[in-house]
């Protein structure tokens, strides 16, 4: 459990930036971009998302198995 409990945290955080990344090319800097880059700027802003959903919940499951405090 220690191992998903890592693996977790590192996806939450990848994930974290990657929505941070995907939002501001999607966003404020889509002028800047071809149709193309902003399709698949608002597909990985949705992807991300899910990534961090997914992320946390496997992160909760290892630190109740580990018997470790969930907030």
Known sequence: MEKL?????GAL????IGL???????YP????LSMA???VAHIGTLLFAV???LAYVARLVSLR???RPVH
């Open 51 to 53: 990534g961090i959903k």
């Open 37 to 39: 880059l902003q399709i």
């Open 20 to 26: 941070a990344i995907t939002v501001l090319l999607a």
């Open 29 to 32: 800097f889509a002028h800047a």
């Open 65 to 67: 198995q580990l018997g």
């Open 13 to 16: 955080l990848l994930s974290v």
């Open 5 to 9: 409990l890592a693996y977790s945290n």
